[in-house]
C-alpha cells in the first residue's frame, strides 16, 4: 500500500462525486440566487426542513438498530436501550428470514440469528414485543422481500395487546428494487415483487394510517459504494417506480404519499452530507409537485430516517469509530433527519455489545443535549459552502434521474444492470484511492500504531440458543389446527394467481399459524425465484 499523502500535499479537494469542493466564501450570482430561494423552515420545497420549529419542538426519533439470536434475546436487548433512554425500536433480521426460510429449514443451517434475530412465525414475534406495548413505541423493520408477513405478524400482536390497528405506528422497509441494485436479499423476479410493495401500500391506506408502508433506502446503495449523487438519484428513481404502481393501482397520491418515507446513509464527509440531506428535500417536493401534481403539505414533504455507516467503521483502532460515529451523527441532525440510528464501534467486529450499543445511542443524547446544534434550525443554512453544494447535488441528481427516466425508468434500468455497474465503478474508484493513499483512513493507510490489532470484547450467538428456537419451531408446527392452516395457505395461491391484494390472505395465513417460510414456498410457486442476469 503506497504512503498516504499528508493534509499540506494532497491534490483532491473533491466531493465523493468528483466535483471541487467550495475553497471558501464568494459572493457570487449563484449564491445570491441560494439564498432567495431558502425560505422558511417548514414552507415548501423544504429546504430548511419540514417542520417548522424542528428540534425546538421536539427532537429527531433515537432509533437503535437490534437484533441477534432469538427473539428472546433480541426482547432483553430492546428493553435495555428503552431503559437508557432509546425512544422507538428498529429491529435487525437474520438472513434466513429476510430471504423467506424458516429457521428449521436445512438449506440455512448456520446462518440462524447470525446478523439479526430469527423470526419465522407469530408466536416469534409476540416473544420480540413482550412486555413491550406496541401503542407506547413505534418500530422500524429492515424488511424487504418478506415485509408483507412481518407487518401482518406485527399487526396480529397488536390485536392481541389489544391495541387497534390505528394506534400502531412505524415502518416497513420493503424496498425491495435497491435489493437487485445493491443489497441481494430478494426472493421472487422484480414485477411480483413490485406488486407486494404496492399492496401493502394499498393496505396501509386502508388499514393502518400511521404506518408508512415503506421507507426508501439509500442507506444500501450508499454502504455497496455509490457517493452522494448516486445515493440520491438511486433511491429517487426507486421511489418514482413505487409511486407509478401506486397511482396505476387506482391510490390518489395526495393519500398514500404522507405515509412514505426514506432512509438515508450519513458519511464521514460532513458538508457534503449535511447539502445532501438538504437537498434531497428540495428534489423530492419538485418530483411530487412537477410529475406527480401532488398538493397536501405531507405529500410535498420528504421524511426520513438516517443511519451512521457501517462501511466507515474500521476493525482497526476501533475506538475511532466513535469518533467517526459522531461525525456522522452530526451531519444527519444538521441535515434536519427526522429519526437517527447511530452505529456501535465494535460492529466492524461482530454484534454490538451491550456497552458500546448503549455508547452509541449516548452520542446521540450528548449531541441532542450538549452541543447546542438542535436549537438553531437549519444551523448552517446560507454558509456558501452548505449553498454551493447544496444547488450542486440538487442539479446533479435531476440529471441522473432525466438519464434513468429515459431508460425506461428504475426498473428497466435495473434490468439493463445501469444501477450496478454505477456503483460498482465508484466503489473501485473509492477503494482505489485508499489504497494509492490519495484518500486517507485513519488507522488503516495512515497514523498506524502499536497495538492496532487489539480486540476489544465482542458480543456472539449462543448456537445453542438457536438449536433450541428451532425445537419450538416444530413444536409449534405440531399444535396449530391443520385444516386452518391448509384452508389460508390455499387461498393465498389463489389471490396470488389472480389480481387480489396479497396482504390480507396473508394476514390470515399468519394468525392461522402459517410460517413465514411455508408462505414464502408458497409464493414461489407462483412467482417463480430471481436469478440476475450474467455479466
Not at 229 to 247: K, N, P, R
Not at 308 to 314: A, F, H, N, V, Y
Not at 321 to 341: D, M, P
Not at 452 to 470: H, M, N, S, W
Request: aromatic share 8%.
Amino acid at each position: 500500500m503506497a504512503e498516504p499523502r499528508r493534509a499540506t500535499e494532497r491534490a483532491r479537494h473533491e466531493t465523493t462525486y468528483g466535483a471541487p469542493l467550495p475553497p471558501s466564501y464568494s459572493d457570487d450570482d449563484a449564491y445570491r440566487e441560494a439564498v432567495e430561494r431558502l425560505g422558511l423552515p417548514g414552507d415548501r420545497p423544504y429546504t430548511r426542513g419540514v417542520q417548522p420549529t424542528m428540534y425546538r419542538g421536539r427532537l429527531w426519533t433515537m432509533r437503535q438498530y437490534a437484533g441477534f439470536g432469538t427473539a428472546e434475546e433480541t426482547n432483553a436487548r430492546f428493553r435495555y436501550l428503552l431503559e437508557h433512554g432509546q425512544t422507538g425500536l428498529s429491529v435487525a433480521f437474520d438472513l434466513p428470514t429476510q430471504m423467506g426460510y424458516d429457521a428449521d429449514d436445512e438449506q440455512v443451517a448456520g446462518e440462524v440469528g447470525k446478523v439479526g434475530v430469527s423470526i419465522s412465525s407469530l408466536a416469534d414475534l409476540e416473544q420480540l414485543f413482550a412486555g413491550i406495548p406496541l401503542d407506547k413505541v413505534t418500530t422500524s423493520m429492515t424488511i424487504n422481500a418478506t415485509a408483507a408477513i412481518l407487518l401482518a405478524m406485527y399487526a396480529a400482536v397488536a390485536k392481541k395487546q389489544g391495541v387497534p390497528l390505528a394506534g400502531i405506528g412505524g415502518t416497513t422497509q420493503n424496498d425491495i428494487l435497491k435489493e437487485y441494485i445493491a443489497r441481494g436479499t430478494y426472493i421472487f423476479p422484480p414485477r411480483p415483487s413490485l406488486r407486494l410493495v404496492t399492496d401493502l401500500i394499498a393496505y396501509c391506506a386502508a388499514e393502518l394510517p400511521r404506518w408508512n408502508p415503506i421507507s426508501i433506502s439509500g442507506y444500501h446503495i450508499r454502504e455497496a459504494g455509490s457517493d452522494s449523487v448516486q445515493e440520491l438519484a438511486f433511491t429517487f428513481a426507486d421511489a418514482i417506480a413505487y409511486v407509478d404502481g401506486a397511482v396505476a393501482a387506482g391510490l390518489a397520491v395526495d393519500t398514500f404519499a404522507p405515509q412514505l418515507s426514506f432512509f438515508f446513509a450519513a458519511h464521514s464527509t460532513l458538508l457534503e452530507e449535511v447539502a445532501k440531506f438538504r437537498a434531497a428535500r428540495r428534489i423530492w417536493t419538485a418530483v411530487m409537485r412537477d410529475r406527480f401534481g401532488a398538493t397536501r403539505a405531507d405529500a410535498l414533504a420528504l421524511r426520513f430516517h438516517t443511519q451512521t455507516m457501517g462501511s466507515t467503521l474500521t476493525a482497526q483502532q476501533p475506538l475511532n469509530n466513535i469518533v467517526r460515529t459522531a461525525i456522522e451523527a452530526l451531519a444527519a441532525v444538521l441535515g434536519g433527519t427526522q429519526s437517527l440510528h447511530t452505529n456501535a464501534y465494535d460492529e466492524a467486529l461482530a454484534l454490538p455489545s451491550e456497552d458500546s450499543a448503549r455508547l452509541a445511542l449516548r452520542t446521540q443524547q450528548i449531541i441532542a443535549e450538549e452541543t447546542g446544534a438542535a436549537d438553531t434550525i437549519d444551523p448552517l443554512g446560507g454558509a456558501y459552502a452548505i449553498e454551493a453544494l447544496t444547488a450542486d447535488i440538487e442539479r446533479r441528481v435531476h440529471t441522473e434521474l432525466d438519464k434513468i427516466a429515459a431508460m425506461g425508468g428504475a426498473l428497466a434500468a435495473i434490468e439493463k444492470g445501469y444501477q450496478m455497474r454505477a456503483i460498482e465503478d465508484s466503489a473501485y474508484a473509492q477503494q482505489k484511492a485508499v489504497e494509492s493513499g490519495e484518500k486517507v483512513i485513519v488507522g488503516v493507510n495512515a497514523y498506524r500504531s502499536e497495538g492496532d490489532e487489539a480486540v476489544p470484547p465482542l458480543q456472539r450467538v449462543d448456537d445453542a440458543l438457536v438449536r433450541g428456537r428451532t425445537e419450538r419451531l416444530r413444536a409449534h408446527r405440531a399444535k396449530r389446527d391443520r385444516a386452518a392452516t391448509e384452508r389460508a395457505r390455499a387461498d393465498l395461491l389463489t389471490a396470488a394467481r389472480g389480481t387480489a391484494n396479497l396482504v390480507p390472505p396473508i394476514v390470515a395465513a399468519v394468525e392461522a399459524g402459517v410460517t413465514l417460510g411455508e408462505i414464502c414456498t408458497d409464493l414461489r410457486t407462483v412467482f417463480g425465484v430471481y436469478h440476475p442476469p450474467r455479466a
